[in-house]
């Protein structure tokens, strides 16, 4: 009992380290811009599918395969945020709306992806999955990649946002968006800058995932669903509750398998997110506002 | 004259529309088989984790359409495929497809897949009188319900070996079952439970999962704390591939045995694949029976590859099965593309003990209560590929 224990904590630090990069991304999208991006879940599809074509038909190494995820990601973040979103909102768009309009991008985008690639996984090359121990836990050397590159991504995003003018002006958008225009921040500008971030960083979440699972046309949705749950139970507008929230899924996921079976992990998860918010509706490091 | 020709040439085209109008509302049945081709609905997994077998399935149920209609059809009418996609098992989807073919497209036959969405649609069949052919979903619940008849082993009739290899040749006394959370996976689990009490072994472990789920970390590590000698597998598709290279990379090296494998699994699992195991209807495409090898050979000038099993329950179904009662319906006077007339054919045929032609070698008959008893064999990966490993002759493995 004590060694499942042992391996299953292990397994909720290992996906909780990649939904703390995936929720960091959407998190500082949602933060600063007030968009409920559920088209989220494409740009990770198609960072992924950049980064297969990239390694399978350019024959690049994997790491190449990481840059075009990121950039291809950037580029459609940014292409979401000046083709539909900021038009959304010059026209006075509700948030109902704007979310529509984000869902009907994901699934207009995975039916393309579908028909362009057509329904069959395609394994990301360039990475041998094979075990490691320590212990009485088990893990892969691709979750191993996971949670250095996730830690060390996560690092490089606190560190940009607390440390540099462009991630003080972000902060301050996010915080005020009128308080921050008066003091002479674009926040448009803004917005492109933590779309373009937030979609590189989904990408190469999403391209780390695909080397244990594989790309599939809707492969970004279930990924992005726990980032959006890490977000809202560690408080909206917080990046480091961001990432307390994506290790306490992450545990409370694979706990669960103490005592249920290992299929309920998506029931746990929004269990969690209901009883944490019934006893802190800001979420566990938000702020509550009036 | 151009006048009349005018007016003539109006009439016809409003009684064209008329008889559309008529035909297309049921009120006459006859006059909208005549108008085209008899067709065949089809609702498999076209997209989604299984679309390898809507792929297959479809071509294998093509070829014989395409085949069929280049002799002149049977019985002078030619075939036509409506296929639709129950997404990989999604139920609600396939309801909607089957209410689209029998209402909309009217066919009197749908050729279906997996077990939950051939059990969905099962009540609309029996409800509008359509013949429901299953050669893919191998749920124990498919079992005696009206108007369904299977051409593949089912979970029930194929665990036993899956049980027995895993006892005899492994020497397992312990067990582990991991399964997708539907009717086939929770059927495959009864029937390997049931199997490994007659032959005195236990299961430790037993755990469902999603169909089309990609992480095993939860059920593998549950499994692992269970210490099983054998794991049992009752998941189709890539999970297969994704279920073995992770269980071999946490260090899960116990035999694992399934009873499906695919190419595009094993493009997944890569080199954890080796030494797997699976019991399945056993189709050898180099066979010299003739019908085999009439499929084999169309089946590889049309696409390119040699068929495997999913193709060949489908050719079988429009080639042989479909074939033979449509013949049988029109020797009658009847017309087979009227709702009730196939499933009327079929219920008499089975009682009747007709043998249909198979490409599995000789014939195939099927019970009253909708299954059929086919070879099965024992396959082993080696070398990314399946060699088979054992024949049931007697109810028992042989090498």
């Known amino acids: ?290 | 004259m151009d006048v009349w020709m005018a007016r003539i040439g109006r009439w016809r085209g409003v009684a064209a529309l008329a008889a559309a109008l008529v035909a297309g509302m049921g009120l006459w049945p006859g006059l909208a088989a005549s108008q085209g081709p008899l067709k065949i609905g089809m609702i498999l997994a076209m997209t989604g984790p299984g679309a390898f077998y809507g792929k297959v399935m479809s071509r294998g149920a093509q070829l014989a359409v395409d085949q069929i209609n280049r002799s002149g059809g049977v019985a002078g009418q030619r075939l036509a495929l409506v296929i639709e996609d129950h997404k990989s098992g999604d139920a609600d989807a396939a309801v909607s497809a089957a209410r689209k073919l029998v209402e909309v497209d009217r066919v009197p036959v749908i050729l279906t897949s997996y077990s939950a969405p051939t059990l969905a649609i099962q009540p609309i069949a029996v409800e509008r009188k359509v013949l429901l052919l299953n050669g893919g979903g191998v749920g124990s619940a498919l079992v005696g319900k009206p108007a369904l008849y299977n051409t593949r082993m089912l979970s029930s009739q194929i665990a036993p070996f899956m049980v027995q290899w895993a006892v005899d040749r492994v020497g397992a006394r312990r067990l582990a079952t991991l399964f997708w959370n539907d009717a086939a996976g929770q059927g495959m689990n009864g029937a390997i439970k049931e199997s490994c009490r007659r032959s005195g072994c236990s299961v430790v472990a037993e755990e469902p999962h999603d169909i089309g789920a990609k992480s095993y970390s939860a059920q593998l590590a549950r499994i692992r704390a269970a210490r099983p000698d054998a794991v049992l597998l009752g998941s189709w598709g890539d999970d297969v591939g994704y279920v073995l290279s992770q269980a071999r990379a946490y260090g899960l090296t116990v035999p694992v045995v399934g009873t499906d494998w695919t190419p595009n699994a094993q493009k997944i699992g890569g080199p954890a694949m080796e030494g797997y195991i699976i019991a399945v209807d056993r189709f050898e495409p180099g066979t010299g029976d003739p019908h085999t090898r009439t499929f084999v050979e169309g089946y590889r000038a049309a696409y390119g590859e040699v068929p495997e099993f999913y193709a060949a329950n489908y050719y079988e179904h429009v080639r042989f099965v479909l074939s033979t009662l449509i013949q049988r319906v029109s020797g009658r006077g009847g017309d087979p593309a009227r709702p009730g007339e196939l499933l009327a054919e079929m219920e008499r045929a089975v009682g009747e003990g007709v043998r249909f032609p198979s490409v599995y070698g000789g014939d195939m008959q099927l019970a009253a209560n909708g299954t059929v008893v086919k070879p099965v064999g024992v396959y082993q990966v080696k070398g990314g590929e399946l060699a088979l490993a054992g024949r049931i002759v007697g109810g028992r493995i042989q090498p």
């Open chain 1, 1 to 290: 009992m004590l060694a499942l224990a042992a391996q299953l904590a292990a397994n909720g630090l290992i996906i909780g380290s990649l939904y703390a990069l995936l929720a960091v991304s959407w998190g500082l999208i949602f933060a600063t811009t007030k968009t409920f991006h559920f088209a989220h879940a494409l740009t990770l599809t198609l960072g992924v599918y950049a980064a297969v074509l990239a390694v399978e038909w350019g024959r690049l190494p994997l790491a190449l395969g990481f840059l075009a995820a990121g950039a291809v990601g950037a580029a459609v973040g940014v292409a979401m945020e000046l083709g539909v979103y900021r038009p959304l909102r010059r026209i006075g768009a509700s948030p109902l709306n704007v979310f529509l309009a984000s869902l009907g991008l994901l699934v207009a985008g995975e039916s393309v992806v579908l028909i362009a690639f057509g329904p069959d996984a395609r394994p990301l090359p360039g990475w041998r999955l094979t075990g490691l121990a320590v212990g009485p836990v088990a893990f892969t050397t691709v979750e191993a990649l996971w949670m250095a590159a996730s830690w060390v991504l996560v690092g490089l995003v606190l560190g940009w946002l607390w440390t540099t003018r462009a991630g003080r002006a972000i902060r301050a958008v996010a915080s005020n968006r009128e308080l921050a225009q008066c003091v002479g921040v674009d926040p448009e500008r803004v917005f492109v800058q933590v779309f373009a971030v937030g979609s590189a960083l989904v990408a190469a979440g999403g391209t780390l995932l695909a080397l244990r699972e594989a790309a599939t046309p809707t492969m970004g949705v279930h990924p992005v669903l726990a980032a959006f749950i890490a977000v809202f139970l560690g408080g909206i507008g917080s990046v480091p509750g961001a990432v307390l929230g994506a290790l306490v899924l992450g545990l409370a996921e694979n706990l669960g398998g103490l005592v249920l079976p290992g299929h309920w992990q998506g029931v746990i998860a929004f269990l969690v997110l209901f009883g944490a918010l019934l006893v802190r509706p800001a979420g566990l490091l938000g702020v509550r506002t009036r």
